[in-house]
Nanobody, 124 residues
Framework: QVQLVESGGGSVQAGGSLRLSCAAS????????MAWFRQAPGKEREGVAR?????????DYADSVKGRFTISLDNAKNTVTLQMNSLNPEDTAMYYC????????????????WGQGTQVTVST
């Protein structure tokens, strides 16, 4: 049974930083494909960042967060982290961790496993 548990959300002022973590239990694949999504009220869930780790590691980011957010994976701890810098109010959303995409487009919310989410609120 795979479980994803997010932590690290909170409230921050514009320009600040937050670090989200997702602890994966029961997810013991040698190659991992994990992502962060977010969903603001009244909006669709959107892909923020993705990390694929096998023999090599690759990352992808939504255009809106490139240069500000960094996704990383600690294989020993089975934890994926999203470092978010230069936050702005448009980043306010519930952030979800996901694993194992069902399709080829990492940024679409078709994943096998999901966490419960952690709220990020950015104020002016």
């Amino acid at each position: 049974q795979v479980q994803l548990v997010e932590s690290g959300g909170g409230s921050v002022q514009a320009g600040g930083s937050l670090r989200l973590s997702c602890a994966a239990s029961g997810y013991s694949k040698s190659s991992k494909n994990m992502a962060w999504f977010r969903q603001a009220p009244g909006k669709e869930r959107e892909g923020v960042a993705r990390i694929y780790s096998s023999v090599v590691t690759a990352t992808d980011y939504a255009d809106s967060v490139k240069g500000r957010f960094t996704i990383s994976l600690d294989n020993a701890k089975n934890t994926v982290t999203l470092q978010m810098n230069s936050l702005n109010p448009e980043d306010t959303a519930m952030y979800y961790c996901a694993a194992d995409p069902l399709g080829s487009r990492w940024y679409t919310p078709g994943y096998r496993y999901w966490g419960q989410g952690t709220q990020v609120t950015v104020s002016t």
